[in-house]
């Protein structure tokens, strides 16, 4: 059974930055493609950034493309955003996913992954 559990979120002024990370407890990580998405009070939950198994191939949504990075570390099975130059939208619960892909797909879709993490609460001020 595969278990996420998001770190990394807090409260941090407009233009600061926060790393996410998401441990995956499966001793298969390198098979999963991870993605990162968020929801924002009164919203629905969105697409923010996926990457394949290899870590070679990424995908953004077009609203952090530039500030945020994900990246994943095979060897310590875990993934992880880099958030820069935060504003106030993005506030909102963020939650890690996983897909099974060994074939190097990346997903935008949250009907593509099979297992989510609880979120992580960030909270950018103005």
């Known amino acids: 059974q595969v278990r996420l559990v998001e770190s990394g979120g807090g409260l941090v002024q407009a233009g600061g930055s926060l790393r996410l990370s998401c441990a995956h407890s499966?001793?298969?990580?390198?098979?999963?493609?991870m993605g990162w998405f968020r929801q924002a009070p009164g919203k629905e939950r969105e697409f923010v950034a996926t990457i394949n198994w290899t870590g070679g191939s990424t995908r953004y949504a077009d609203s952090v493309k530039g500030r945020f990075t994900i990246s994943r570390d095979n060897a310590k099975n875990t993934v992880y955003l880099q958030m820069n130059t935060l504003k106030p939208e993005d506030t909102a619960v963020y939650y890690c996913a996983a897909a099974y892909a060994r074939s190097g797909a990346l997903y935008n879709a949250q009907t593509s992954y099979n297992h989510w993490g609880q979120g992580t609460q960030v909270t950018v001020s103005s």
């Open positions: 499966g001793r298969t990580f390198s098979s999963y493609t």
